[in-house]
């Protein structure tokens, strides 16, 4: 199985500020990545697939950017609203396997 | 509207057998995947099986020998069964679809979740 590390577990930022969530694989999943956001009480929603191709709706301060096994998903001007939890995954081969998650909070 | 709704038992003891239904709206069973993954109390996302548009399917190997995912495509449903229960499969358990045929494993929509608790 390809094993999914995410980082960080935790973030804590300021509105307005810019954030980074990294993500890498055990092996070359070939840009085959999604990220996903998961409100409190509420399903995870996708935002980014295929690395950096973001999702209808999804507002354009989300980004996607990597390559081969290492990932990052940013998020410029953090509004309250993006509190949440973020997954990263990779569809490049079954079992599809997720991180483990970073808790973004408002400062 | 794109719609999934998951439906089941929210208590299920040890050692049974759990059964849980996604009833969906919007597109076809045809010519949509199907997901369903779980979560613990607060931890994680653990992907479980899919259900191809063409109804074939896979599993996580972790869960291969106990689980089992079919549909009925004409009612817009799929279903999930896993044996042999034990507490830590308590979780809340969501169906999701694919995004398209061409991304396998994106998942675009989802239900909002069954929460099971295995318990005495």
């Known amino acids: 199985d390809i094993q999914m590390t995410q980082s960080p577990a935790s973030l804590s930022a300021s509105l307005g500020e810019t954030v980074t969530i990294e993500c890498l694989a055990s092996?070359?999943?070939?840009?085959?990545l999604a990220w996903y956001q998961q409100k409190p009480g509420k399903s995870p929603q996708l935002l980014i697939y295929y690395a950096n191709s973001l999702n209808d709706g999804v507002p354009s301060r989300f980004s996607g950017s990597g390559s081969g096994t290492q990932y990052s998903l940013k998020i410029n001007s953090l509004q309250s609203e993006d509190v949440s939890i973020y997954f990263c995954q990779q569809n490049y081969d079954s079992p599809f396997t997720f991180g483990s998650g970073t808790k973004l909070e408002i400062k | 509207q794109v719609q999934l709704k998951e439906s089941g038992p929210g208590l299920v003891q040890p050692s049974q057998t759990l059964s849980l239904t996604c009833t969906v709206a919007g597109f076809s069973l045809t010519s949509y995947n199907v997901h369903w993954v779980r979560q613990p109390p607060g931890k994680g996302l653990e992907w479980m099986g899919v259900?191809?548009?063409?109804?074939?399917?896979r599993y996580n190997s972790a869960l291969k020998s106990r689980l089992s995912i079919s549909k009925d495509t004409s009612k817009s449903q799929v279903f999930l069964k896993m044996n042999s229960l034990q507490t830590e499969d308590t979780a809340t358990y969501y169906c999701?679809?694919?995004?398209?045929?061409?991304?396998?494993?994106?998942?675009?929509?989802w239900g909002q979740g069954a929460s099971v608790t295995v318990s005495s």
């Open positions: 999701a679809r694919d995004l398209s045929l061409w991304y396998q494993g994106v998942m675009d929509a």
């Open positions: 092996e070359d999943i070939y840009s085959n």
């Open positions: 259900i191809w548009n063409t109804g074939g399917t």
